[in-house]
Structures are given as structure tokens and as C-alpha cells.
């Protein structure tokens, strides 16, 4: 991995790695000068050879190093989200594909004990940021290049090998190879996982990449992994939200670990001392020590999952439509092999038939809409998913927008305020059902001033402009609400000009 470049050898290693070059070089220049060309091939790979063991040696020697390289921050740089509620923790439900790589005659690769392990790894770590994880299958990737080859070298065109699009895919190289992990993007939906990495919890901290987390020392120190945006994270937190791995709880991370303790002594750029996490997850600790995410990364995990189609694609999750006229049918997607499912709803609407089916009939009772709760019971416990339903019969009319207006406390009376337009008075009104059921709008006149100055006006959907050149003028107009389920109401909205009685 090209972050390795970044480590220092130690004198034993170095001294080693030199005196290894210079005996081929002597040798070389001993040989018979016929047979360079074959002495130059041999030389080639021996070097090869020796430098892909003397990363692993520096790997072994040292604390998790993970090649995972975000393009951006899509929460905070595409969305505008810099803030993670504890409100978006709430219980999910991930599947994941293995893709286990073996030789290309299909020998070699983990065994169905170890796969069963790096799951095992995987579920106890994301337990506590609710979120089980479920198999959903797993598969063999029969390729010699891959088995055997450097996993960074060949990282792309593993990844793209039978990648499935409802699952989150973790592609296992063997363990004999070098050490290695990496998610493809933060976030996404695949992983690979090499060498003494595999049976980890590395697993955890790849997969706290592909929903949305950070190092926590992104921009405080160089890991030579890279990205956009960087900015180191200050001791005393004020800019954690713009620096760093922009999570709030996490402290300021040097990078400066032997093992699971730190044993940096340098200071930020006010002077203060560094104290980071010692077991967290998405730090650099040895493997054995990633154990905990703090409750705003859980939090952050979450709002990248409900702001991110491909991650919730790989979930279980309530299919059926968001508003409901007298019934609607309600399925679980992407439930795992032996999972079942238990039904219940609130508010205004009600289970129709069997409570455990897998689709259930929801009948809307009493117009108010409500929510569609499945409780899902798998291998690693019971979980509940949310669909928040809408009642398409419901409408309640209020106010969107006012421009150039001043409304009684009724809301249905209006003052038009003096401009200076072609029309010294004009304003707009624009009105919305309250309940977030699609509607569409009408206007009509029911009354109003008659002769000169005259009062008019003009409607385009819930928006509704009136006008005139004179004062103490009036216009009554109505606006009949209808909703996709097809119900209607209808309100008076009342403009004077200049006054209102």
C-alpha cells in the first residue's frame, strides 16, 4: 500500500533491506556478461520479491494501516450536513456478500469457519452503533492474480468482480497475503480485506468507511493516504466540525500509537497536548484495540445511511407507497435467509390479515396517517424498521409564503401593502397542505369590489397574486385543495388594499 512509504524502518530492517541489495549487485557483476539478459530477469523479480517482503515486515511492525481515500466529504461538502443528531440512531438492518478469493484451479482461499469469523468480527463491532449485520451470501472468486498478487495493485479490478448491488461486498483475499484493507469510497458499498487483517476487527473499521466515517486523524497527521479538504483538528475541538474527521466527539489524532497506547508528545498549533481515543474504531491502534465509535460517529453513520441511496439499497428495508388512501400493500426488502418479520402500525392505520406475512395489507382508518413498524428478528437479534405513512384524505391549508402582505390573526385576511410597481399595491400568496400529501390547487373568485381602480389577480398552483392601483379596494378569492387520493377542501382568502377591516 502506498501509505507504507510513510512509516520509518527502523535501523534492523533498514541495515537488513540494504545489505540484501548490495550481495545481488555483487553477484551480478561476478556473472558472465552472455547471460545478463537472463541475470537481469532474475534480478528483476528477486527485488520484487524482497520488497514485497519487507512490507510486510513493516507491516507487522506497526499499527492498523488502511488505504481507504474519500474523493470528498459528501455529507458536509455536497449537503451542507455539518451537524449529526442522535435522532438519526435508529435500528438497521445491513447485508453483506463475502466474495472469498481463491487460486484460479479453486484451491487455496479462507475457509467456511474463518468467513463465519470475520462475520462474527463484524457484527460485534457494529452492535453498539445499531446496526446488525446479516450474510446475504457469499461466493468464490477463482483468480491466481488476485490470490497471489499485491492486493493495492489489483484493488480496482477486484472490487468490481460480481459486485452486488443490494449488499455491502467484502472480498476476502487469503491470509498468508500481504496485510491490506481498504473500502472504495466514503461511503460505498464494497471492501477488501488481506493477510493478518482478515480475522480482525479491521472488518469494523472498513466498514465504518463505506458508511461515512473518517480516520481520526485525517488532516491532524499525514498517513500519506491523501484526499481532499484537509485541515488539522485542533486540541480544544472549535473547528472539529470543519477539520479533521468533522465529528465533534472524536479528539484531535496524531497518528503516534506503539499498539493500543499513544506515545506522541508534540502539541497542536495552540500549544495543547494531544489526547486521543485509544480503542476507537477508525483510528490507527493496533487491530486488537479497535473497539468502540463514540455516539456522534454512530450518529454520523446514520445521517450518511438516510442521505445515501447506495447504502440503503444494501439494507433491509419497508417498500410501499408514502401516502395511503383507503390501503396500501407494505413488504420487507432484502430480508436475510431465515429472518422473519412481525407487523404493527400506529396512528390511523391498521394491520389487514396476518400480522407476520411478508407483504402486509395496512388499511387507513381514520385519515390521519401514521407509521408501518416491522419488527425483524435475524442472527443477530430482533430490529425494528420504520416507514412513516402519510393519509392521503388529510389536507390542512397554511401559508407558505408572503410577499408584500400582512395577515390577520385569522390567516384568511390580508392587507395588500403599498409598492412602488406598475401596480402600487400587489402581493403574492402561497399556500401548502400542511400534511405533506401531494396536492394540487385551484383558485377561483367569490366576490369583490366593483368599478375603477380595479382589483385583479393571477393564480399558478398554491400561488396566488393580486393587484390593483388604488386604495380600499378588496377581493375574495377561494382555493380548492385536492389531494392524489382525490380529496378536496376549500378555503376563502380575503386582500384589501390599504386596509383590512
Not at 472504495?184 to 458499498?189: E, L, M, R, T
Not at 473547528?239 to 479528539?251: A, E, F, L, R
Not at 502539541?267 to 486488537?288: C, E
Not at 389536507?395 to 385576511?413: A, K, N, T
Amino acid at each position: 500500500m502506498s501509505t507504507l512509504l510513510n512509516f520509518k524502518m527502523n535501523s534492523f530492517f533498514e541495515l537488513r533491506r540494504i545489505s540484501t541489495y548490495l550481495i545481488y549487485i555483487f553477484a551480478l557483476l561476478l556473472l558472465d556478461a552472455c547471460h545478463k539478459a537472463e541475470i537481469n530477469e532474475n534480478m528483476s523479480s528477486a527485488i520484487n520479491e524482497l520488497q514485497q517482503h519487507n512490507e510486510l515486515i513493516l507491516q507487522d511492525s506497526v499499527g492498523l494501516n488502511c488505504g481507504t481515500i474519500a474523493s470528498e466529504d459528501f455529507l458536509t461538502q455536497r449537503l451542507g450536513i455539518k451537524t449529526y443528531k442522535l435522532s438519526a440512531i435508529t435500528d438497521k438492518i445491513f447485508l453483506v456478500h463475502f466474495h472469498i478469493v481463491r487460486k484460479s484451479d479453486g484451491t487455496g482461499g479462507l475457509t467456511t469457519s474463518q468467513v463465519d469469523q470475520v462475520l462474527s468480527n463484524l457484527q460485534m463491532g457494529m452492535e453498539q452503533a445499531s446496526i446488525c449485520v446479516a450474510e446475504k451470501g457469499r461466493s468464490f472468486i477463482n483468480n491466481s492474480t488476485f490470490y497471489s498478487g499485491s492486493p493495492s495493485t489489483n484493488f480496482n479490478n477486484i472490487v468490481t468482480t460480481n459486485r452486488q448491488s443490494d449488499a455491502i461486498n467484502i472480498y476476502l483475499l487469503p491470509t498468508e497475503a500481504l496485510s491490506f484493507g481498504r473500502a472504495v469510497d466514503i461511503p460505498s458499498n464494497a471492501l477488501v480485506l488481506a493477510g493478518s487483517y482478515v480475522l480482525t476487527p479491521v472488518v469494523a473499521h472498513e466498514f465504518g468507511h463505506c458508511l461515512g466515517l473518517f480516520h481520526t486523524h485525517r488532516g491532524t497527521a499525514d498517513d500519506g493516504v491523501g484526499g481532499p479538504a484537509q485541515c488539522p483538528e485542533l486540541v480544544n475541538g472549535s473547528n472539529s466540525s470543519t477539520c479533521g474527521d468533522y465529528v465533534t466527539d472524536t479528539p484531535a489524532d496524531p497518528y503516534q500509537w506503539q499498539g493500543c497506547v499513544y506515545v506522541g508528545t508534540g502539541t497542536d498549533a495552540n500549544g495543547q497536548h494531544y489526547s486521543p481515543l485509544t480503542d476507537n474504531t477508525m483510528s490507527y491502534v493496533s487491530p486488537s484495540c479497535l473497539q468502540s465509535f463514540t455516539p456522534l460517529q454512530i450518529a454520523r453513520m446514520h445521517t450518511a445511511i438516510d442521505n445515501n441511496s447506495t447504502l440503503q439499497n444494501a439494507m433491509s428495508r419497508i417498500t410501499g407507497p408514502d401516502v395511503i388512501c383507503t390501503n396500501g400493500t407494505y413488504s420487507v426488502s432484502n430480508l436475510p435467509s431465515g429472518a422473519t418479520v412481525t407487523w404493527t402500525t400506529n396512528g390511523g392505520l391498521n394491520i389487514s390479515g396476518s400480522n407476520t406475512a411478508n407483504p402486509v395489507t395496512v388499511v387507513n382508518t381514520s385519515g390521519s396517517g401514521g407509521a408501518v413498524i416491522a419488527e425483524i428478528t435475524t442472527t443477530c437479534g430482533s430490529s425494528s424498521v420504520t416507514k412513516y405513512v402519510l393519509a392521503g384524505t388529510s389536507i390542512v391549508l397554511g401559508i407558505e409564503e408572503m410577499i408584500d402582505l400582512q395577515d390577520s390573526p385569522s390567516g384568511d385576511r390580508f392587507t395588500v401593502l403599498a409598492g412602488i410597481g406598475n401596480y402600487k399595491y400587489t402581493g403574492v400568496l402561497k399556500i401548502k397542505n400542511l400534511n405533506g400529501v401531494p396536492t394540487t390547487y385551484s383558485w377561483s373568485k367569490v366576490s369583490g369590489s366593483t368599478g375603477a381602480p380595479i382589483i385583479g389577480w393571477s393564480a399558478q398552483g398554491n400561488k396566488v397574486t393580486v393587484y390593483s392601483k388604488g386604495v380600499n379596494r378588496y377581493i375574495k378569492l377561494r382555493c380548492t385543495a385536492t389531494t392524489s387520493c382525490g380529496s378536496s377542501f376549500s378555503k376563502d382568502y380575503t386582500f384589501y388594499t390599504g386596509f383590512a377591516p
